[in-house]
C-alpha cells in the first residue's frame, strides 16, 4: 500500500533556516500543488511549493499546519507569543488561501505538560484535533469550526495516558470515524513475547509485541478500544513496530491494520494483517 507520504521525497526538499529537512506530510492542497509538512525535532510547520520545492509559507510558531477540505482556508496549530521552553501555551488560527489573512482564532488548553505534536481537519470541515505529547501521554484536544466562528471543545478533551508510542490518528472515508494505534512501554522495553513461528516455510523464533486500537466517532471517544497482536521474525530485523492504520472503503466498513517488519535483503520480510469491524 503506498500513499502520498510514502514516495516524498523529503530530502529534495528546501531546509527550513534552522537547517532541517521536512520529515512527516501533514496535508496536502486539493489541486496538489502545496504540501504542508513538518521538520526539526520541535515540529516546524511549514508550507512548501510541490513544483519548486522551495518554502512558501512559514507562519511564526507554527507546530502544523492543514487545509480544509475546499483548499481556500487553511489551519495552523501554533505555539501562542510569549511561550517559551518552560511555559508553552498553544493555539489554533484559520487564515484565508492563498492570502494568507487571519480569519479566525482561538486559544487551545491541554491539561498535559508536553509538546504540540500534530493537528488534522476532519472531511467536511466541522472539527479539528490538535495533539499534544509527552513522554507517556497524549492529549488529544477537539476545535469546533464553524463559518463564523472557531471554539475549542474543552468537554471533548481527552487524555491517553500510558501509551508512549502513539502512531497518526486516520480518518475513515466518510469522516465519521477514526483510529489511532499505541503501544505501551514495560519494565523498560515493549510488552513482547517471544514464540516460534511460521513464514515462508519456515519455523522462525519470533517476537510478539502487544498494542491497542483506539478508535473515536467524531469527538466521541466512549467506543470501546481493542487489542493488536503483532507478531514478527527475530532473524535479520531492522524493524518490526510499525503499525499503520487504514480503513477500508465503504459499503465494506472495516478498520485494516497493517503491521510490517523491513529485512536486509535476502532475509525474510513479514507482514501481518488484522481487520476489525466497526459499526
Not at 488561501?97 to 476532519?122: I, K, N, T, Y
Not at 469522516?175 to 517471544?194: F, I
Request: hydrophobic letters at 35%; a neutral charge.
Amino acid at each position: 500500500m503506498r500513499t502520498l507520504e510514502t514516495i516524498i521525497p523529503f530530502a529534495d526538499f528546501e531546509k527550513t533556516p534552522k537547517g532541517h529537512t521536512p520529515f512527516r506530510l501533514t496535508s496536502s492542497h486539493p489541486m496538489g500543488n502545496y504540501l504542508a509538512m513538518q521538520a526539526g525535532i520541535d515540529n516546524e510547520g511549514l508550507v512548501w511549493e510541490t513544483g519548486t520545492k522551495r518554502i512558501f509559507w512559514q507562519p511564526e510558531g507554527a507546530i502544523a499546519l492543514a487545509w480544509l477540505e475546499d483548499g481556500t482556508r487553511i489551519a495552523v496549530f501554533r505555539k501562542s507569543a510569549g511561550s517559551s521552553y518552560y511555559s508553552t501555551t498553544y493555539e489554533f488560527a484559520l487564515y484565508s488561501w492563498p492570502e494568507r489573512q487571519l480569519l479566525h482564532s482561538c486559544p487551545v488548553s491541554s491539561a498535559l505538560v508536553g509538546w504540540g505534536e500534530d493537528l488534522l481537519v476532519f472531511p467536511h470541515n466541522q472539527l479539528a484535533l490538535c495533539t499534544i505529547c509527552n513522554e507517556d501521554a497524549t492529549n488529544f484536544e477537539f476545535i469546533d469550526l464553524n463559518s463564523h466562528y472557531i471554539s475549542q471543545d474543552i468537554h471533548a478533551s481527552y487524555l491517553l495516558e500510558g501509551a508512549d508510542d502513539v502512531l497518526r490518528p486516520v480518518m475513515g472515508p466518510d469522516g465519521q470515524l477514526w483510529v489511532c494505534c499505541t503501544q505501551k512501554m514495560r519494565n523498560g522495553g515493549h510488552q513482547t513475547q517471544k514464540q516460534m513461528m511460521h513464514l515462508n516455510n519456515q519455523l522462525l523464533e519470533g517476537n510478539t509485541n502487544w498494542g491497542r486500537c483506539e478508535y473515536f466517532r467524531g469527538n466521541d471517544h466512549s467506543l470501546v478500544p481493542f487489542q493488536l497482536l503483532q507478531r514478527s521474525p527475530l532473524a535479520g530485523c531492522q524493524k518490526h513496530k510499525q503499525m499503520t492504520p487504514s480503513f477500508l472503503m465503504r459499503p465494506f466498513s472495516w478498520i485494516h491494520i497493517m503491521y510490517r517488519s523491513t529485512c536486509p535483503r535476502e532475509k525474510p520480510g513479514f507482514t501481518d494483517f488484522i481487520y476489525r469491524r466497526y459499526k
